[in-house]
């Protein structure tokens, strides 16, 4: 499988992905690497910028600095897995620790949880 080839199946794996934990999500439009086209889209996680590698041997940190780059100022990761692997996710330890004090996801951009959609009933 070459390698253009193995990238659009990876952004779609991990669209499937996304959607298995009940996030909408799509393979992004591919235009030439910007805030607006990301490897993968979903409506839900507009805030986010998500960048895809579906390789053997990813450099890391060229994957993060393409992430970066194309982030357009938002938050980014790295979506990560080689064959037979599982996925991993890269991010700056910024974003890992604004994940953990709930500063991210955006109050507005949060997804409700069971237990809150109980109480608005």
């Known amino acids: 499988m070459n390698s253009r080839r193995k990238g659009k199946v ?3 794996e991990f669209a499937a992905l996304l959607r298995e934990h009940g996030f909408d999500a799509r393979r992004g439009q591919q235009f030439s690497g910007s805030p607006d ?6 409506d839900a996680l507009e805030w986010l910028h998500v960048e895809v590698k579906r390789v053997q041997n990813l450099n890391l940190t060229d994957a993060c600095v393409q992430a970066e780059g194309d982030c357009g100022g938002k938050p ?3 979506a990560h897995r080689r064959n037979h692997a599982p996925w991993l996710i890269t991010m700056r330890a910024e974003t890992f620790f604004n994940f953990l ?3 991210l996801p ?3 951009q949060q997804q409700p ?6 109480q608005k009933v």
Do not use: A, I, L, M
Request: charged share 40%; glycine share 8%.
């Open 106 to 108: 955006p109050e507005d």
């Open 113 to 118: 949880t069971e237990k809150s959609k109980e």
């Open 37 to 42: 086209s990301p490897d993968v889209v979903s």
């Open 101 to 103: 004090r709930g500063v």
């Open 76 to 78: 980014w990761v790295v």
């Open 10 to 12: 990876g952004e779609r």
